[in-house]
């Protein structure tokens, strides 16, 4: 299985801040990369597909990039409902796996 | 809209089994596959398997053959896993999630939390 390796785990941050978000695969991936948000209470949302493909709704602070095994989630400006779990995952190849998660906190 | 309802949490004691459901609306259920994905502390989210649901067909991750059973009720609208011989370690939440094609999840039920213990 393709290990997802996501940096940092827990990042402190302001509103307005920049920030950003790493994931690492274990080998290529081809750009079938997806990001997550969840929230305290459970809910998942989807934010990005295949690598820089924003979600209908998602707003346009957030973008993605990244190519081969490195990839990153940014969100330029953050507001407060941001403050939550992000997660990366990969579907090339079976099965799909996912980052072990970064924590947006509040500094 | 879309949305995927799933049924509520579970207590159940090792040894047995549970079925969890989630209800689709808002769409056309057998246009996508419906996928399910574990969550806990410990290993983080991790894939179960998908069921086609206009077919039937399904695929499972290795890791869960012989524990997760996955089956859809088309005129319901509802997919279902059953998870057998259940240990502590499948005490989760455990998510379904719309695919519009196997391995990305475009829409995801709220969850279900299953515990096991004596």
């Known amino acids: ?107 | 809209q879309v949305q995927l309802q799933q049924s509520g949490a579970e207590l159940a004691k090792p040894g047995s089994s549970v079925k969890i459901s989630c209800k689709a609306s808002g769409y056309t259920f057998t246009s996508y596959y419906i996928s399910w994905i574990k969550q806990t502390t410990g290993q983080g989210l991790e894939y179960i398997g998908y069921i086609n649901t206009g077919s039937g067909g399904t695929n499972y991750n290795e890791k869960f053959k012989g524990k997760a059973t996955l089956t859809v009720d088309k005129s319901s609208s509802t997919a279902f896993m059953q998870l057998s011989s259940l240990t502590p370690d499948d005490s989760a939440v455990y998510y379904c999630a719309r695919s519009p094609h196997p391995g990305s999840f475009a829409y995801w039920g709220q969850g279900t939390l299953v515990t096991v213990s004596s």
């Open chain 1, 1 to 107: 299985d393709i290990q997802m390796t996501q940096t940092p785990s827990s990042m402190p941050a302001s509103l307005g801040e920049r920030v950003t978000i790493s994931c690492r695969a274990s080998q290529g991936i081809s750009n079938y990369l997806n990001w997550y948000q969840q929230k305290p209470d459970g809910t998942i949302k989807p934010l990005i597909y295949y690598t820089s493909n924003l979600q209908s709704g998602v707003p346009s602070r957030f973008s993605g990039s990244g190519s081969g095994t490195d990839y990153s989630l940014t969100i330029s400006s953050l507001e407060p409902e941001d403050f939550a779990m992000y997660y990366c995952q990969q579907y090339d190849s079976s099965p799909p796996t996912f980052g072990a998660g970064t924590k947006l906190e509040l500094k």
